[in-house]
């Protein structure tokens, strides 16, 4: 284990339902990250937050929507999905600054 | 210019074999280059990681070489095992900041 665990580590939805996805880690790290992995695709970096504080969105649609109420915890709430949405949601922490993240094992979402 | 791009798609080697994926990056700001494997249903996993002050890192059968002035490193895997079948990423970044992914490798080992 990589001490970065994912809930739930599978999801079916509809299009017109809200979920949440959540990660939490207790290695001490400050940066957490939202990546999400389409098959026959280069992992995509969604979200950046260090501090609590959201650094980085890569053009996510509104559709996604980060929570990071503390360092140690990092939510992914859903609504109105799309089917494309379907893939594996990973979530990664690091030290600020530190070099070597650590993934989760992931979400496995399927929206239908 | 954040890209890193990573080749081939799949490789196929047979067990025993050398197993060769590469990667080419434009930033030379990046400052850390590491290789993840990722087996299915698992989220990826750092293998081995280098940093361009060397030309070469090796951890048992894993192996990096770096060439600073062409922009490019890769992932040599010695003695190739099934076990080893899985996708790898090579990833770089600057400053222990986000990683910037390549596009990954399906690797299968035969017996």
Aim: proline share 6%; aromatic share 10%; glycine share 8%.
């Amino acid at each position: 284990e990589t001490g970065v665990t994912q809930t739930p580590r599978h999801l079916v939805m509809g299009m017109t339902n809200k979920k949440s996805l959540k990660c939490e880690q207790h290695l001490g790290h400050n940066a957490m990250y939202w990546y999400k992995q389409s098959a026959k695709k280069p992992l995509e970096l969604m979200f950046v937050y260090n501090f609590k504080e959201q650094t980085e969105n890569n053009s996510v649609p509104s559709r996604f929507s980060p929570e990071c109420p503390n360092s140690s915890h990092l939510f992914l709430h859903l609504h109105t999905l799309q089917p494309e949405d379907s893939a594996l949601y990973l979530c990664a922490s690091n030290r600020t600054g530190g070099a070597e993240a650590f993934f989760g094992q992931g979400t496995r979402l399927t929206v239908v | 210019q954040q890209q890193v791009k990573q080749s081939p798609q799949s490789l196929i080697v047979q067990k025993g074999g050398i197993s060769i994926i590469n990667c080419a990056y434009e930033n030379t700001a990046f400052d850390y280059f590491p290789w993840y494997q990722q087996f299915p249903g698992k989220g990826p996993a750092l293998l081995i990681a280098i940093r361009p002050d060397v030309s070469e890192k090796k951890e048992g059968r894993f192996t990096i070489s770096f060439n600073k002035s062409a922009k490019q490193f890769s992932l040599h895997i010695m003695d190739s095992q099934p076990g080893d079948s899985a996708t790898y990423f090579c990833a770089a970044s600057r400053q222990g900041g986000k990683l910037i992914f390549g596009q990954g490798t399906e690797l299968s080992v035969k017996p």
